[in-house]
T-cell receptor, first 115, second 111 residues
Framework: DTEVTQTPKHLVMGMTNKKSLKCEQH?????MYWYKQKAKKPPELMFV???????INESVPSRFSPECPNSSLLNLHLHALQPEDSALYLC??????????????FGNGTRLTVT | EDQVTQSPEALRLQEGESSSLNCSYT??????LFWYRQDPGKGPEFLFT???AGEEKEKERLKATLTKKESFLHITAPKPEDSATYLC????????????FGRGTQLTVWP
């Protein structure tokens, strides 16, 4: 079992809905990440949090809004998404300060479908 | 341009037939090379980190090696449970915290 827990596992939402993805880790890691993965493609970095502060935003559209309430939790708020945003959203954490020098530990993702 | 290329895209092996997966990188200032295994519908699972040319790591039937331009993942006497997509990722370039992932090699091992 993965030590990074993501909920929900599956989510179907309409383009006018607002929803949130949640991620939790209890490994004491200081950095947390959001990645997006389309079918048969590699993961694409979206956001990096280091010590609960946003350190990297890979020019992600504002319809994706990350939040890090504390060192163990990471949320991704979704609003007015497009069908092309349908993908597997992966959360990860690492022991370093967001530089990814140490291995990333991934959750099993949330499979998002936008209708 | 910083990038990672994996080959082959897909590989089918008979159980017990050893082979290697390739990961070529052109990432400036490489700070680490990571191998992950990903099963369908799951997140990537960490396998190895390599930090310098000449370094080798082993785990069960897998062995990862690193040169200045590429990394290899050797699979010795694979079993059907080794079937998965193997991802390589390079850490480097100008953005701290940004991993450059390859597109992966989809490995199928049949009995």
């Amino acid at each position: 079992d993965t030590e990074v827990t993501q909920t929900p596992k599956h989510l179907v939402m309409g383009m006018t809905n607002k929803k949130s993805l949640k991620c939790e880790q209890h490994m004491g890691h200081r950095a947390m990440y959001w990645y997006k993965q389309k079918a048969k493609k590699p993961p694409e970095l979206m956001f990096v949090y280091s010590y609960e502060k946003l350190s990297i935003n890979e020019s992600v559209p504002s319809r994706f809004s990350p939040e890090c309430p504390n060192s163990s939790l990471l949320n991704l708020h979704l609003h007015a998404l497009q069908p092309e945003d349908s993908a597997l959203y992966l959360c990860a954490s690492s022991q370093d300060d967001g530089t990814a020098n140490s291995p990333l530990h991934f959750g099993n993702g949330t499979r998002l479908t936008v209708t | 341009e910083d990038q990672v290329t994996q080959s082959p895209e897909a590989l089918r092996l008979q159980e017990g037939e050893s082979s290697s997966l390739n990961c070529s990188y052109t990432v400036s200032g490489l700070r680490g090379l990571f191998w992950y295994r990903q099963d369908p519908g799951k997140g990537p699972e960490f396998l190895f980190t390599l930090y310098s040319a000449g370094e080798e790591k082993e785990k069960e039937r897998l062995k990862a090696t690193l040169t200045k331009k590429e990394s290899f993942l050797h699979i010795t006497a694979p079993k059907p449970e080794d079937s998965a997509t193997y991802l390589c990722a390079a850490l480097g370039g100008s953005t701290l915290g940004r991993l450059y992932f390859g597109r992966g090699t989809q490995l199928t091992v049949w009995p």
